[in-house]
């Protein structure tokens, strides 16, 4: 079956879904949208869509099953709420909204109109958050324990002309990258019960090197340093460390520690990458063999395509499982905020969301 989509937002991250999706003939882009006309139909030209425009044709159009949300994190509640309001699917970038009131306004609608909402992050639907998940499925670290995981992009205006935003609200290594490392962990580990947090700015402004700056300085308004400790709901523990002030560091990204052994995982910011496994009774670690197929290997120019999120919420109209669902982003976005709301309050947040782990997609 065809499902015909919609593109909203051609920024930066459009093409990198145009590229992605021409790995799923069924899924045809037939319109892409943008308050910036000329720059949505210089992405249709490059990519061979016939149709561009504004938000309201695209939505009008009867013909759009799905529309993909490319717009900016601060609008992603208004657009995908007009969107399923339309009566479209919608599968929206993350993070989900930037805010618990928007997303549970847009989870709402979900619940009110005929189409479904999914979101990113879905990189945890690659070969290697598969193969993790597989791991942990198999026992192969035998009972959970514990687990951590570190953030640490800190060099935004070594490379961005202009990176203020990273440094407000809605930024910060929590928001702008967290959601890649906490969907692997629900992945593996399940919904996490309660958040306890310290929080703080690194320093009041950044100055900015990039040699093709548009600015010299910017000032930060967001916690750009925050130590987390997650309480799963199985028992196991999270040690949590996202800072954009780590120049430098020799810690992993994630790891996983179970009674029998350890798993350390890829950099869940790709599809793909080796998932190394050492048990007790290993002198070596090994590369596990991944259990799905590749979709953008790291190292290749495929490696920052997007599309299994979109291909996912196509199989989930057609009754397959929906595994980067609006619950699930829902419940990262939950934990995301409870860093913060933690040590803002000085006490652990207990998480009202709930997710369950999402369906695996290796055969069981
Ligand atoms: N750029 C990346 O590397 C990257 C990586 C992962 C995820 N994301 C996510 O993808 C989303 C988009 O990021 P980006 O970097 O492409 O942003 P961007 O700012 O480059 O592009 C956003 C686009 O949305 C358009 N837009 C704004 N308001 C609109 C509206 N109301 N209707 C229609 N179009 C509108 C803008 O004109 C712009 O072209 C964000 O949620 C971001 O978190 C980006």
Known sequence: MTINIGIVGAGNISARYMQGLQNFPELSVKYIADVDHDRAAALATEFSVTASGGTGALLADEGIDVVINLTPPNLHASTVIQALEAGKSVYVEKPLATNREDALLMLKAERENPGILGSAPDTFLGSAGQTARHAMDAGLIGTPIGASAFVRSSRAETWHPNPGFLFEQGGGPVMDM???????????????????????????????????????????????????????????IGTILMSFDVWDTTLPRIEIYGTEGTLSLNDPNTFDGDVRLKRREHSEWQVLEPVTPLFGAVGTSEQHRRGLGVNDLAGALSGHPHRANSA?????????????????????????????RPAPLFPS
């Not at 593996?188 to 040699?211: N, Q």
């Open 178 to 236: 967290g959601p890649y490392y906490i969907a692997a962990l629900v992945n593996c580990l399940g919904p996490i019960r309660r958040v306890s947090a310290e929080a703080r700015i690194g320093s009041p402004t950044r100055t900015v090197t990039a040699p093709d700056r548009t600015v010299d300085e910017v000032p930060v308004s967001v916690n750009t340093h925050a130590s987390a400790v997650f309480s799963f709901e199985s028992g196991a």
């Open 328 to 356: 699930f982003a829902f419940h990262v976005l939950d934990a995301m905020l409870a860093i913060d709301e933690s040590a803002a309050a000085g006490q652990p947040i207990v998480l009202e969301s709930r997710a369950e």
